[in-house]
């Protein structure tokens, strides 16, 4: 077989400047029009996150209260937008101890508006409590039975050890307006939903 005579050598084929421009100002252009869905999402994950941390905390309060045996605390300190979850008492009751007592003309409720002041600070193990801060969001207010609206300061939720605390409503709201409401009812189901007003 004889090679033939007219045959070329192949010639690559490299981008030109224009073409690798294009691309760019393509790639460009989608990047400026997709990056304010991108930061929404960011801002909106993180309102998602809160929310989740929140219902968490209420499950693992209800959790340890009817695995231990003992009451539990979910504090809401309002001002740092933060989540505390440790036992009631510094250690647990006896068993036949009875229920404290409200004063005179005031019925037995499960959560304070204020610190716990008649309670011992509690001795824990470092695995029994816990404490998250969240990141971007604050809490807006916290609603407890009828005791109105708490806007600053702590708010404590009393969890008893049957599973059960006083319904509360906790609205969270990230630097955008966003906001999410949580209802928790008496049985301790939380139930979450968007509450842009």
Do not use: W
């Not at 073409?19 to 929404?40: N, W």
């Not at 009817?66 to 647990?92: H, N, S, W």
């Not at 101890?97 to 470092?126: F, K, Q, V």
């Not at 600053?152 to 307006?177: A, F, H, K, M, Q």
Request: proline fraction near 8%.
């Amino acid at each position: 077989m004889q090679p033939i005579a007219n045959e070329t050598p192949c010639r690559r084929r490299a981008f030109t400047l224009v073409e690798v421009l294009t691309v760019l100002a393509i790639m460009g252009i989608l990047t400026l029009v997709s990056m304010p869905y991108l930061v929404k999402s960011i801002r909106g994950n993180r309102l998602r996150v809160a929310t989740g941390t929140l219902v968490q905390a209420g499950r693992y309060a209800r959790s340890m209260a009817l695995l231990g045996e003992q009451e539990m605390k979910l504090t809401f300190d309002i001002d740092q937008a933060a989540l505390l979850v440790t036992p009631r008492y510094a250690g647990a009751p006896p068993a036949n101890s009875p229920e404290p007592t409200a004063p005179a003309g005031e019925s037995d409720r499960d959560a304070t508006p204020s610190a716990d002041t008649n309670d011992a600070p509690p001795r824990l193990s470092p695995g029994l409590s816990i404490n998250r801060t969240l990141d971007a969001v604050r809490i807006d207010y916290v609603e407890v039975g009828h005791q109105g609206r708490e806007t600053t300061g702590t708010v404590t939720i009393i969890y008893r050890s049957n599973g059960r605390c006083t319904p509360y409503v906790v609205r969270l709201i990230d630097e955008t307006g966003g906001a999410t409401l949580t209802r928790v009812d008496a049985l301790s189901t939380p139930n979450s939903e968007r509450d842009d007003r």
